[in-house]
């Protein structure tokens, strides 16, 4: 099915255009994006661009992922729309006591990693679904890890934030703070030690990460800092093909990984905002961004309320995403007026995000994350192995459902997102990387690209706005004033972040199909780019 792009202008701030061809690949680092398309041109598919632009990253975007980061994705394989979670579980003896006695979760340390599971998402992945042997995919992360790479100039001013705050952290330094400082923009960084470890990953298939010699030393490493992660915690791990859950959405049905993902409450907010009739008001203009905000603010609050291992929810996602809830949910919202709601009552019933796609239709929508910047600060030492801080998603309020336990994943901010058309063909791979930024970007951009027909570089250029508990929304500087000011008048507690600020509004990528070609387009707000043949 064909789309007809209704907009083919770049009406916001932004030096970029659409790439269009018959394969892409677009990731928020140039050389990442390049490893893609290499292995496109070496005769693979998209799950094998997917993987050597993710392993990629890990080195030259290190201050959103690393080798101990988790993972999803959501695969459409020409015939059939496939969700993975690998997202890890916390460690055994990750009881409520045993952090009473911390006195809550930490964000930095062992203390806040739970099993990582991003290792797992590319052996998942690439057995099921690539062409190309594994050891191939992750040459090119392998060849920029051993000989260097020029640092760019975003990742460069984050990795400076980092090293302010985690430099202290074990192993952190020695890795990361070459000659005692972040490398600068432009300057060559080299890690030995990450290239070894993705060689002895891609040699034994992750069974080294899990299982051998990579998870001895991640555990030795624990405990010798004061953590209790095992050997029995790693070989426990396992991906999850887990499905997708849906949301109708006009004339598509929107796809996000099942909980413990953030992604329904995209759907939820999508979901309201349809039965509302949004997309009739100017796209931004005050009373369609008004509407956005409240119904994400709804979402929110139920997400906080219910959202955890999907194990231990006390509601299901389709009760969450039950129509007449939603209904209900959407009535609250004042067209005039900003609220500050709580949660309802369903009746029973620093992240890197990429796509990637082929000629044979083959599309992939793949993220992969640390959580804060470059995680818990923690890097085992002659490795390059940097842990994420997962454990920090937890809550240590006693009944809660997303209750820090043993074996339990934490409720995650990262998710992929995927549109279908109606009649069930692919229509979108798409993501907005950014912890709580994310759910709300996939809101904007499916509304600007499936309701307003935007074209996907124009989607992810324009400003944004985040919700940010109570009435209070941030909204980037280049946001129309005029609007500001109209939503203060509506009782939003509008706060205009400059600086550093920009990065907390995510980087977003999209993929779109348009008959036998896909348009792409790549977020300005990062390093990255679309490319393609």
């Not at 990460?209 to 998870?215: C, D, H, I, S």
């Amino acid at each position: 099915m064909t789309n007809l792009i209704k907009d083919w202008t770049l009406p916001y701030a932004s030096n970029r255009s659409p790439v269009l061809g018959r394969n892409v690949v677009s990731t928020s680092q140039p050389l990442a994006a390049q490893a893609g398309l290499s292995m496109l041109l070496a005769g693979g598919n998209a799950v094998d661009a997917a993987l050597a632009a993710a392993m990629t990253l890990t080195v030259v975007e290190p201050t959103g992922c690393g080798i101990g980061s988790d993972g999803f994705a959501i695969v459409w394989d020409g015939k059939e729309l496939h969700g993975l979670n690998a997202s890890g579980r916390s460690p055994a003896g990750w009881t409520p006591d045993y952090f009473a006695q911390l006195g809550g979760i930490p964000e930095k340390g062992w203390n806040a990693v739970t099993v990582p599971g991003a290792v797992s998402a590319w052996v998942a992945l690439s057995k099921r679904f690539g062409k190309l042997p594994f050891t191939q995919v992750a040459r090119p992360a392998i060849d920029y890890a051993r000989n260097g790479f020029p640092v760019s100039p975003t990742i460069a001013t984050l990795w400076e934030l980092g090293g302010k705050k985690l430099g202290d952290q074990p192993g952190f330094a020695e890795c990361f703070l070459p000659g005692g400082h972040a490398p600068r923009a432009g300057e060559v960084f080299r890690s030995e030690a990450h290239a070894r470890t993705l060689e002895e990953i891609a040699e034994t298939m992750g069974e080294s990460f899990y299982r051998g010699a990579l998870a001895r030393k991640m555990v030795e490493h624990s405990r010798a800092c004061g953590g209790v992660m095992s050997e029995e915690d790693l070989a426990a791990h396992q991906a999850d093909w887990v499905g997708t859950v849906s949301q109708k959405f006009g004339d598509s049905v929107i796809h996000e990984i099942p909980p413990n993902g953030q992604g329904i409450a995209a759907l939820m907010a999508l979901g309201m905002l349809d039965e509302l009739g949004a997309g009739s008001q100017p796209l931004d203009g005050v009373d369609s961004v008004h509407l956005q905000i409240e119904a994400m603010k709804l979402a929110f609050a139920d997400l906080h309320q219910y959202n955890a291992d999907l194990d231990h929810m006390r509601v299901t996602p389709a009760q969450l995403l039950d129509r007449d809830y939603l209904r209900e949910r959407a009535s609250l919202i004042d067209p005039k007026l900003a609220g500050a709601p709580g949660c309802g009552a369903p009746r029973p019933g620093g992240t890197v995000y990429l796509a990637a796609a082929d000629a044979s239709g083959m599309m992939v929508s793949f993220i992969q994350s640390n959580y804060m910047g470059f995680g818990s600060g923690v890097v085992v030492p002659g490795t390059g192995i940097s842990l994420q801080n997962r454990g920090h998603g937890f809550t240590t309020e006693a009944g809660h459902a997303n209750q820090v336990g043993p074996r339990k994943r934490p409720s995650h901010t990262i998710i992929p997102a995927f549109a279908m058309h109606a009649d069930g063909t692919p229509q979108m791979a798409f993501g907005v990387m950014g912890g709580p930024m994310q759910s709300q970007g996939h809101l904007q951009m499916a509304l600007r690209v499936l309701r307003y027909g935007q074209n996907p570089q124009a989607a992810a250029d324009a400003p944004r706005w985040r919700v940010t508990g109570g009435k209070g929304v941030a909204v980037e500087p280049s946001f129309d004033a005029a609007v500001v000011e109209q939503l203060r008048a509506r009782g939003h507690e509008v706060s205009v972040e400059t600086g550093h600020g920009v990065f907390a509004f995510g980087g977003a990528q999209l993929v779109l199909r348009d008959g036998e070609h896909y348009i792409a387009g790549s977020d300005p707000r990062k390093d990255g780019c679309a490319v393609g043949f």
